[in-house]
């Protein structure tokens, strides 16, 4: 089975960057997205950024212009390039793996916390 392992957390002041890394152990095929997600404090997890299996990147609206997903298959590894980071960013993050077929499993990380802050 897959295992995902982030790293790459920490804090940062308003304005600053930081890069994500998810490190995936184990082949991944069929249909998935692997991406990240995040839960802010006292909120639900929701989706930051992922890539499909096609290779296309989806972006939400609050982090679009601002962070970047990326892939280097050869490490079998998933990066988020964080950039003009905002308190509002706060948030643990977590690395997903969410395949669709052959058959529907998800495959979490342990999760990093970030923090922006002054």
């Known amino acids: 089975q897959v295992q995902l392992v982030e790293s790459g957390g920490g804090l940062v002041q308003p304005g600053g960057s930081l890069r994500l890394s998810c490190a995936a152990s184990?082949?991944?095929?069929?249909?998935?997205?692997l991406g990240w997600y995040r839960q802010p404090p006292g909120k639900e997890r929701e989706l930051v950024a992922a890539?499909?299996?096609?290779?296309?990147?989806n972006y939400a609206d609050s982090v679009k212009g601002r962070f970047t997903i990326s892939r280097d298959y050869g490490k079998n590894t998933v990066y988020l390039q964080m950039n003009s980071l905002k308190p509002e960013d706060t948030a643990v993050y977590y690395c997903g793996l969410r395949i669709f077929m052959p058959r529907a499993l998800e495959v979490w990380g342990q999760g990093t916390l970030v923090t922006v802050s002054s």
């Open positions: 184990g082949s991944i095929s069929g249909i998935y997205t």
């Open positions: 890539i499909t299996s096609g290779g296309d990147a």
